[in-house]
């Protein structure tokens, strides 16, 4: 039975939402429209790049869903293996620009170079980057999310985030456990079994 990270310090050792991030990125995801998901880059392409950003923020609930995705638009056991391990050697020459500067988001919370985004729009023009950032953006609030619901379990037992929001914890949890029901992943939760399993290529 899964259980939530081990203690880092006396504190829940993954990035949460905060009170002032949580607004910035509920404000960015208006602001972006992503109620549609962009067409522009492939399905494999943008799992990759959530997968990119999963990897340095550690969500265990967005790595278990992406995986699942990720192999069923064409990735492999170990091409997914590596992007979570922030390993890009295996990557394809047109996708390691739009996978580094995802790691990059991820690395700065949200706080990108201007130098790293003017070489996002050379690479891939304005429209394509838009759906990149589209992508980063829609995992970086699941990648929050995934954690914040983990900390207010970890709250719980008395290891808070360092810079954590009660409030914001509560919220998150409140929104987020129907969302773990619904895809089954109860387990990850240490409460119950996953209705499903990823699959295996």
């Known amino acids: 039975m899964a259980s939530i990270p081990a203690a880092h310090h006396g504190w829940y050792p993954k990035r949460s939402y905060t009170f002032r991030l ?62 979570l391990g922030s390993q890009f050697d295996g990557a394809e020459r047109d996708e390691l620009v739009a996978l580094a500067f995802a790691q990059h988001y991820a690395e700065t919370q949200g706080k990108p170079e201007k130098q790293a985004i003017q070489r996002l729009v050379h690479a891939y023009g304005v429209q394509k980057s838009k759906a990149i950032l589209q992508c980063i953006y829609g995992i970086t609030v699941g990648n929050y999310m995934g954690n914040t619901l983990d900390a207010f379990r970890s709250r719980l037992k008395k290891i808070p985030p360092e810079h954590g929001s009660l409030w914001v914890e509560f919220l998150v949890f409140l929104i987020g456990r129907p969302v773990v029901t619904a895809f089954g992943l109860l387990k990850l939760t240490g409460t119950g079994d996953v209705k499903t399993k990823p699959m295996t290529r």
């Open 22 to 83: 949580f607004i910035r990125d509920i404000v960015t995801v208006i602001r972006c429209g992503m109620t549609k998901m962009s067409t522009s880059i492939s399905p494999g392409f943008a799992e990759r790049i959530m997968l990119a950003v999963t990897g340095v923020n550690g969500c265990r609930y967005c790595s278990w869903i992406h995986t699942r995705l990720a192999l069923e638009a064409g990735c492999s056991d170990r091409e997914i293996a590596a992007i």
